[in-house]
């Protein structure tokens, strides 16, 4: 199994983290919805994470709802010291799967129990709020109701630190004058690069962005630039995905999920991926190029 170090650290809340951490969501069944088919592989994938170096891991009590915290929890707990656990809320599933808003205070609060519960934890090391004003996407509005529910439980001591998901920038300065914001976790990657003025001036600020869905909303020409540079490289298209992710800003800390021992290490030899200019400079200019 690769080595995570190599991707480098940043700072996430108080905590130092290896850039290259893991993200929980395809351990539940099929639509984030339900238990896995292979329960014990779940369990297996999380600690091969860990025994890799991982050491910041992404979920939500929502996916499920509640199994992969509960598969955390069976894989990994007592947690080791410098395992840093970030969930997220604002979301709650119906007896169908669909995802509902849950923006409430009562349905907030309910989530923070939720997760403390179903990690077996004290004290929810970041919780991310992510935006439900829109489906398909950042849109503008007011977070500042459940951002306020949010500190008054950081307030008690249930929550350390705040992020938020899902948003547009001013929201993210419009947080910012209410709670200090410990990240951002929007959807990102060479294809879809919308936040590249946000990526900058988190930067500038050592405020990590984290993005999902690394090969997410490829149109199959940008795909198959992405497949000919990792044949050259004799690489994964995956794996130069997040390589190009590493190379983008030395804030960006990578999630990417998986409930395959084979697929994780995959993902996780990425760190050791450095990207030649020539490959550096077609992935550059690839969504201008494909505008």
Partial sequence: MSSVKQSGSFTLGNREVWRLGYGAMQLAGPGVFGPPKDPQTAVKVLQAALDAGVNHIDTSDFY???????????????????????????????????????LSAPELTQAVEDNLRNLGLDVLEVVNLRSMISAHGPAEGSLEEPLETLIKLKDRGLIRHIGLSNVTAKQVEDGQKMTDIACVQNFYNVANRHDDALIDSLAKQNIPYVPFFPLGGFTPLQSQELDEI?????????????????????NILLIPGTSSLGHLNENLTAAHLTLPKDALDVLNNLPQALG
């Fill in 230 to 250: 990792a044949a050259n490289l004799n690489a994964m298209p995956m794996q130069v995905a997040l390589a190009w992710l590493l190379q983008r800003a030395p």
């Fill in 64 to 102: 499920g709802p509640h199994v992969t915290n509960q598969i955390i929890k069976q894989a990994l707990h007592p947690y080791p010291q410098e395992l840093t656990i970030v969930t997220k809320v604002s979301a709650r599933r119906d007896d169908k799967g669909n995802w509902l808003p849950a």
